[in-house]
């Protein structure tokens, strides 16, 4: 019998994400990666327990990517947050099928948890404390998960835009008009149009 192969959470976490990746994240399960490590299932539980266990190292392993030091202090403190959103965007927008993990197991991600309190940082120095930070750090959590989501998996550029062109415009004025002014938007515009508006609501 060969010697058991001796694995790293990082080449176990590894295995995982190619198989959301090529496969989404329905596919992920001890066998996949069994398969995709070439070694049999059994093999895969001397390491972690079940899927929850891979799916924590998946969420660290894409998480750990992102750069979580602090901006330049010098800047003004929206510009900081906006460069840490966009780190997070680039980052975990690599690997789409694995952003619901990341609202899971964000909690348990050291990765996670240190741009979370570079963000927190930034925010207190700007004299955003109290209900008010935790308010903006959960506002601006809840729009770069939803951000992400929706540029990779409904982007203005699909067929869904295109499709809400076509609708009655006489019944769905609105919707027609601003379906034909998104076809014009790219994902950085929508992006930061976003975030921009929200940053206004906390510089009020």
């Known amino acids: 019998m060969p010697r ?16 959301i990746d090529r496969e989404g994240l329905s596919a992920l399960s001890m066998r996949a990666v069994a398969q995709e490590l070439g070694m049999s299932t059994m093999g895969v539980y001397r390491y972690v327990q079940d899927r929850e266990d891979l ?4 969420v660290e392993r894409v998480l750990s990517e992102v750069d979580t030091g602090a901006p330049d202090s010098g800047a003004p403190w929206r510009d900081q947050v906006e460069v840490m959103a966009r780190r997070l965007r680039d980052t975990v927008g690599a ?4 952003i619901p993990l990341t609202v899971v197991h964000r909690h348990r991600s050291p990765a996670g948890l240190r741009w979370s309190e570079t963000v927190l ?3 207190t120095t700007a004299g955003i404390t109290g209900e ?5 750090l959960r506002a601006l959590l809840g729009y ?3 951000a992400i989501q929706l540029e990779h998996l409904g982007p203005l550029a699909g067929p869904g835009t295109t499709a809400i062109t ?4 006489g019944e769905f004025p609105h919707m027609t008009q601003t379906a ?3 076809r014009t938007m790219d994902g950085d515009r929508e992006f930061l149009g976003g975030l921009r508006l929200l940053l206004d609501g906390l510089d009020g």
């Open 4 to 19: 058991p192969r001796s694995l790293t959470d990082h080449q176990l976490a590894s295995a995982a994400l190619a198989v």
């Open 55 to 58: 799916e924590r190292l998946v």
């Open 95 to 98: 690997h789409p099928e694995a």
């Open 121 to 123: 940082a930034i925010l």
């Open 132 to 136: 008010r930070r935790v308010i903006a």
């Open 144 to 146: 770069l998960i939803g």
């Open 166 to 169: 076509r609708l009655p415009p």
């Open 180 to 182: 034909r002014t998104a």
